[in-house]
Nanobody, 125 residues
Framework: EVQLVESGGGSVQAGGSLRLSCTAS????????????MGWYRQVPGNECELVSS???????TYADSVKGRFTISQDNANTTIYLQMNSLKPEDTATYYC???????????????WGQGTQVTISS
């Protein structure tokens, strides 16, 4: 079964750090001729889903302005896991974080066709 599994969420105080992981099951990011591009989204209930960061199959990265300089997206050499290192966390970073995969780059949220189940991140002040 092809799926994405997130982990690493939790509760920390403002100023702290967390590292989220997203592991591919049943495929690798370079296992397709088109390659897989990956994104981290976050959502707070009642708000729209926000693209936090993305990484293309050839390593290009994007970041939301709200996380630039604090978050770093990366990928392991085995092409099965991406990470989101989150530093200097703020209460407004509290959300459910989802990873997603798409063959399209650049792309919109509707182009992501494989999603993980989400992991909760809670930042207290």
């Amino acid at each position: 079964e092809v799926q994405l599994v997130e982990s690493g969420g939790g509760s920390v105080q403002a100023g702290g750090s967390l590292r989220l992981s997203c592991t591919a099951s049943g495929f690798t990011f370079d296992g397709s001729e088109m390659g897989w591009n990956m994104g981290w989204y976050r959502q707070v209930p009642g708000n729209e889903c926000e693209l936090v960061s993305s990484i293309s199959s050839d390593g290009r990265t994007t970041y939301a302005d709200s996380v630039k300089g604090r978050f770093t997206i990366s990928q392991d050499n085995a092409n099965t896991t991406i990470y989101l290192q989150m530093n200097s966390l703020k209460p407004e970073d509290t959300a459910t974080y989802y990873c997603a995969a798409t063959h399209k780059w650049p792309c919109e949220m509707r182009n992501y066709n494989l999603w993980g189940q989400g992991t909760q991140v809670t930042i207290s002040s």
